[in-house]
């Protein structure tokens, strides 16, 4: 049986399920498209290509683009709920679809018990129509990807921009509990940020969608419990408002914080201060309204937050925790799919891997007047790096999300703080962001305080070797990406001969794509990628690309006479 599911929102995505197994995800933004693009024809054509064939199930992930209607529904999550239905072999798989509203699509945005299904063609072929909500694609996506166990009871966490509860799934993959936390934990964060920046409009605006993880990044340079008492008091009325959109900035203006500057004192305090403050309030739910003992599954946005990741697995509260590497809405087609798949055959869990996107296309060949074609040589490329060269480096299928996890990546000595800021200025970004590593599961004890395997990059531990400095964050902390010889055989190579010329299998790793898009996916956008930014060389598979004598790196910082079509440096 065949899934294909659409996710019509931003960070839009397809993703298709064969009998069980994940084959493909592919999500608008990659191949230098747009950051949290919608769905995109290219997209939908790259699947028909890839898959040969035409689904037995077409799955639509609900959305709602009317946003005051999202959060009226948000503020009381325990009562929305829409008629269940129950298809599948021998299934009549007849309801009809809920009424449309305008902006509505297909099972809505939220409801937990929100989906449906009949029959309808495809391209000819009938077809099993399944949607379900937005929220249902979280939910799902948690625990159909999560590791299967006979656990009789388990929690869901889904925390994103809109909205916050935890679910209690049975054994039967039913709903026993819905218990609403918070609105918005995600956009609060967005808002915090637009209340300390003057670029924001004091008469309020929507959320900008990447100043919460901005946000996030700041809050490392405060403790949260060494603030001062009026910049508490500001995260605590943050907290309390329910009016989310248009953000209502100028009620703050007395406030501190107001227009104080992102990266001032202020913003990183009440950045740290909001970071512990929505934990605890969600913990606190945890502690008090889940039985104790059972496993958790991590899903939405906030999913991304490596600090509440760690600090669900230190609460002690579960016995095991459990996140995606695409927990924010990038995976939610696969949610969609699992939901789907789930409705069809009993059961949620599929067989996944991270690289499930396109491979990488060699669409021209590099101009060999000016790039120098060798095979790869892992020992000499590692040389290379230990010599302070960036290396752009793709290699087979891109990883599904939004992380760069050694398909898709920037590389580069990880020792110099001066190579952060290299990496920071050829990304575009802000000097405060910090560079992750990836790092040998074998140097794991040596180089960080905690050996656990993370191959999703989903979790902070702190540096141990005092050399990677390039990689600690100002908190001594990093987000590691663990490599090991059969989760990225050709990273492993990389980091082992990496090793053997400096001590330590440990480097920069940096999503590779121009500032503002997806990942780069063909050798066109990467040599332009590589001239307007200053990238010492690439390598595309086995085949290893530097820079003749005399063609240095390029400084240019923005495109000049861009044509239409063309990647931008700064997202526009």
Known sequence: MLVVAFNPGHDGAIAAIRDGSLVLCLEAEKDSF?????LNPSSVLHVAEQL????????????????????????????????????????????REPASLPG??????????????????????????????????????????????????????????????????????RIVRTIPVLIGPGVRFGFLFGLCDPSYPVEGDLIRLADSGKLMALAAFGDPYDSDPDVAHVVDELL??????????ASFSASPVFNCGVRSELA?????????????VFAEVALHE?????????????????????????????????????PNDSGSAIGTAIDAHAAATGSPHIDWDVYAGLEFDHDVEPDPSRWHFQPLDHGRLAKAIADGQVVAWAQGRWEVGPRALGNRSLLAEPFGEATRDRLNDIKGREPYRPI?????????????????????????????DRRLAAVTHVDGSARVQTVSASTNPSQHALLSAFAQH???????????????????????????FCDRRGVDCFVVGDRWYSRRDGEGPATIKQPVGRMSGEPSLDGS
Not at 296 to 323: K, M, P, Q, Y
């Open 290 to 326: 889940i039985p104790a003992g059972i496993p958790l599954r991590i899903s939405g946005g906030c999913g991304l937050n490596c600090d509440w990741n760690a600090a669900w697995r230190d609460l002690g509260h579960f016995s095991s925790v459990f996140v995606p590497p695409c």
């Open 52 to 95: 040969g064939e035409l689904p037995d199930v077409v799955a639509l992930g609900g959305w709602d683009t009317d946003l005051s209607r999202q959060l009226e529904a948000a503020a009381d999550l325990a009562k929305v709920s829409r008629a269940r239905l129950t298809w599948g072999p021998g299934g009549n798989g007849n309801a």
């Open 436 to 464: 992750a590593p990836c790092a040998r599961v074998e140097d794991l004890g040596a180089a960080f305080d905690d050996d656990f395997e993370d191959p999703h990059m989903l979790y902070f531990r702190h540096v141990r």
């Open 240 to 249: 309390r408002i329910d009016a989310l959109f248009p953000f209502p900035k």
């Open 268 to 280: 990183v305090a009440a950045a740290a201060v909001l970071t512990r403050r929505i934990f605890e």
């Open 104 to 173: 509505l699509v297909g099972a809505g945005y939220l409801g937990s018990e929100a989906f449906s299904g009949r029959r309808t063609t495809f391209f000819g072929k009938s077809v099993q129509y399944f949607s379900s909500s937005h929220e249902r694609s979280h939910i799902l996506a948690a625990i159909g990807m999560a590791p299967a166990d006979d656990c009789p009871l388990q929690a869901v966490l889904v925390w994103e921009g809109l909205f916050g509860a935890f679910y209690l799934v049975d054994d039967s993959m």
């Open 502 to 528: 400096t001590g330590v299998g440990v480097l920069c790793n940096t999503s590779l794509n121009f500032s503002g898009r997806g990942f780069i996916n063909r050798t066109s956008h990467l040599i332009d």
């Open 34 to 38: 747009e950051r949290y693009s919608v």
